[in-house]
């Protein structure tokens, strides 16, 4: 008898619990991730120190972090250092001694904040490196393979610039910051592809330090003692713009191939079209910015100690030319917002 009024329990305490189930799915069923999503999340913070706001890249990543920040309830803060190496120095010091949950930056170069990432990580806070790496490996690395992206670039110039292939086989390189992460790994893989080509002449190997004015001027000057050099190598769209003005001052635009790369804003764009960029390699900032979001979220909801594992995301490249370029390529900072 005792047998039998358990299981006549059971079998009522179970029809109960289905009927309790088929009204809750007559009314819709909550996700039972959500709560502790958003609780994990909310009332964070994380913390960006960037080379400097007010270039396509910086923005475009802020917009992407921001806006997560405030649709889930943390916070997110900017220390912008304004291209100022030590000014960085200190942004990330004070950060550290203020403990957010996540730190996000932008090396200058290899080595300018390496211990202090270290430091960071040794206090108990996760670190994203973004686009351009140290010597020191944080938590997260989250951008272009540079070294990948040197030797597309260069194979470019080899295909174009070859024996019989343009006006001569003399192409010009013009980089960025001699010592930062971008130009380092990008010059390896650029040479890593122009040894296995010994026909390809590097009549110029110059750095311009981002500064578009300076690429001008040095463009202009190759032009003159090169007037037949068939391409140009430079570091980074932005700065790319001046070496794109030289070449078409000399009237030399669509002769002298010019590549680059860079985030793919609109405005970069808009000079594929207009021819003065011959091949754009574009690392798209708006997927960057999705990572990072992503990682930030990861990092926020997980008890994993600082340090304990690290991972490296590259972002997929994506050629872009005159015959191919169109408004689903490249984004605009309203988009992301």
């Known amino acids: 008898m005792k047998k039998l009024l358990s299981s006549l329990a ?11 189930m088929l009204l809750a799915e007559e009314k819709g069923l ?41 649709e889930f309830g943390y916070t997110f803060d900017i220390r912008d250092p304004n291209w100022s190496t030590d000014a ?64 597309v670039q260069a194979q470019a110039l080899v295909d174009h610039c070859g024996a019989g292939k343009g006006p001569s086989t003399k192409v010009a390189l013009l980089q960025g910051v001699p010592n930062g992460a971008a130009n380092l790994y990008m010059m390896r893989g650029i040479y890593s592809v ?17 500064d578009p004015s300076k690429a001008r001027a040095i463009m202009e000057t190759v032009l003159q003692q090169h007037p037949d050099i068939c391409g140009v190598w430079g570091v980074w769209d932005s700065q790319d713009v001046g070496t794109a003005a030289a070449i078409a001052e000399a009237k030399k635009t669509g002769k002298v191939f010019l590549v680059t790369s860079g985030g793919g804003n609109e405005a970069a764009c808009e000079n594929v079209k207009k021819g003065l960029f011959d091949l754009y390699v574009t690392y798209d900032t ?13 990092f926020l909801q997980t008890q994993t100690a600082a340090g304990a594992v690290k991972t490296t995301y590259f972002t997929p490249l994506r050629m872009i030319t005159k015959s191919n370029v169109n408004v689903r390529n490249c984004w605009s900072l309203t988009d992301m917002q």
Not at 111 to 139: C, F, H, P, W
Not at 194 to 210: K, R
């Open 30 to 70: 909550d996700d039972a991730t959500r709560a502790p999503y958003y609780d994990a999340i909310k009332g964070k913070k994380v913390v960006f120190v960037p080379l400097a706001m007010g270039f396509d890249l910086t923005e475009g990543w802020a917009a992407a972090m921001r806006k997560q920040a405030n």
């Open 10 to 20: 059971f079998a009522a305490t179970t029809l109960i619990a289905s009927a309790s």
């Open 194 to 210: 122009l040894s296995q080509h010994p026909e390809i002449q590097v009549v110029s190997e110059q750095a311009a330090n981002y």
């Open 88 to 151: 960085g120095t200190r942004a990330i010091t004070a950060a550290i001694q203020e403990k957010p949950d996540v730190l996000v930056v932008q090396n200058p170069d290899i080595q300018s904040y390496a211990r202090l990432l270290k430091r960071a990580e040794e206090a108990g806070i996760k670190t994203i490196q973004i686009n351009m790496n140290s010597v020191y490996t944080t938590d997260a690395f989250i951008g272009v393979d540079q070294v990948k992206l040197g030797e």
């Open 286 to 298: 708006s997927v960057q910015g999705m990572e990072l979001n992503q990682k930030i979220a990861e």
